[in-house]
């Protein structure tokens, strides 16, 4: 079973950065489009941003749209998230999923995912 590894999550003030990352062992993530996924308490899962098999393509969810930025190296088969300007509204764990469905601002994971692995928490808080 595939099983992505999410870290790099921590306590942040507000206006910091933070970079997750993305990894996966014994599996390529080279061949697959790569999502991010956040689940604040009390809120469902919602998608973050994603990005395409080379790298290419990459897509937003309006509030983080100029604040964070997907990228890839294949060659280290992991997937990273680099968030700045942090706000607490921010806050939650993050996760990231094979081959979501990316259309503009919209990610969701693919219908029937269930392979969530345990996520990284991110709170931005003073």
């Known amino acids: 079973q595939v099983q992505l590894v999410e870290s790099g999550g921590g306590l942040v003030q507000p206006g910091g950065s933070l970079r997750l990352a993305c990894s996966a062992s014994g599996f390529t993530l080279a061949n697959h489009a790569i999502g991010w996924f956040r689940q604040a308490p009390g809120e469902s899962r919602e998608g973050v941003s994603c990005i395409n098999d080379s790298g290419r393509s990459t897509y937003y969810e309006g509030s983080v749209q100029d604040r964070f930025t997907i990228s890839r190296d294949n060659a280290k088969n992991t997937v990273y998230l680099q968030m700045s300007r942090l706000k607490p509204e921010d806050t939650g764990v993050y996760y990231c999923?094979?081959?979501?469905?990316?259309?503009?601002?919209?990610?969701?994971?693919?219908?029937?995912?269930?392979?969530w692995g345990q996520g990284t928490q991110v709170t931005v808080s003073s």
């Open positions: 999923a094979l081959d979501p469905v990316c259309m503009g601002t919209r990610i969701d994971p693919r219908p029937g995912y269930h392979n």
